[in-house]
């Protein structure tokens, strides 16, 4: 999920780190992943697979968050000194509502759709307004890519050969990103700070994972710092289910010898299975 930080409200890192704790995770990785992941963390690098070699879970457990509604409800009324208006939402002391605001993705992405549901009732339940729109894709990533949102979900880049670098580029880095109002293929909320440029190329060309983790974990504290955007779950690259009514011999947890795809190693699976009775 991505905020707009030049709207009143989301430009506070604290409504942020409200927003972050009060959003229920674990429902997410149920109901929208289908139990598919584990609950999102504080983190722009995967605690699994590849990239865990530069997760730092000791830093994510300091000063991360986890679904938590009453620290939310501790930062806005203890740090904040929001309250509630008679609407039930909160009001920040100069006058800022914690409210009106929409997140938006597209139509039809239902798993995607069903997230923001969650996110949307998670901070109605603590006093925070946000309602869901859901506009067609050409519209939504219109809108999104010109910084024309309150809050947006869509997803920054998966595990690759460059990850998690071009994930925090994705997320952090403004060089070469237009102002608002232009077409940005990356950084949409124009975030900005003076020490990521330079610790993404430090990560870019380290010599070896020790100096890459090093960078990486600097820019992750960073990103928890600031929260310019939160990670709602992670997505397999494809989603895999089979029925043995007619064919036995799928791969599975248990029997892993081919990935469960349709593409590249994946294909090898189908030479493999048998006709049932057969």
Same mark, same amino acid.
């Given at each position: ?115 923001? *549901?969650?996110?949307?009732? #998670? ?11 859901? @506009?067609? !894709? %050409?519209? $939504? ?96 690259? *494809?989603?895999?289910?089979? #029925? ?11 029997? @892993?010898? !081919? %990935?469960? $795809? ?17």
């Amino acid at each position: 999920m991505i905020f707009n930080l030049n709207r009143k409200g989301l430009d506070n890192v604290l409504v942020r780190e409200a927003i972050a704790c009060c959003i229920d995770y674990p429902n997410v990785a149920a109901t929208a992943m289908s139990s598919y992941s584990d609950p999102a963390n504080a983190s722009l690098i995967l605690p699994t697979g590849y990239e865990s070699k530069f997760y730092d879970a000791a830093g994510v457990k300091a000063d991360g968050w986890t679904f938590d509604a009453d620290k939310a409800v501790q930062i806005l009324e203890g740090d904040l000194k929001a309250k509630k208006g008679s609407d039930g939402i909160y009001v920040l002391p100069d006058g800022t509502k914690l409210g009106g605001w929409e997140l938006i993705t597209p139509t039809g992405w239902t798993d995607w759709n069903t997230a923001c *549901e969650i996110v949307a009732k #998670s901070a109605k339940a603590i006093g925070i307004g946000i309602e869901t729109k859901f @506009p067609q !894709a %050409p519209t $939504m990533i219109k809108a999104m890519q010109n910084q024309d949102f309150d809050l947006c979900m869509y997803s920054y880049s998966g595990v690759s050969p460059a990850s998690p670098w071009i994930r925090f580029r994705d997320a952090m880095d403004n060089r070469g990103v237009p102002e608002a109002g232009k077409t940005a293929f990356f950084n949409y909320n124009r975030f900005s700070h003076p020490e990521v440029p330079g610790l993404l190329d430090t990560a870019a060309s380290a010599k070896d994972d020790t100096a890459a983790k090093a960078a990486y974990t600097a820019l992750d504290k960073i990103y928890r710092q600031q929260i310019p955007v939160v990670p709602l779950m992670y997505r397999p690259l *494809e989603f895999y289910e089979f #029925s043995t009514a007619n064919w036995t011999g799928f791969p599975t947890s248990d029997n @892993p010898y !081919a %990935p469960p $795809m349709w593409q590249g190693a994946g294909i090898s699976w189908l030479f493999k299975i048998t006709k049932l009775g057969s």
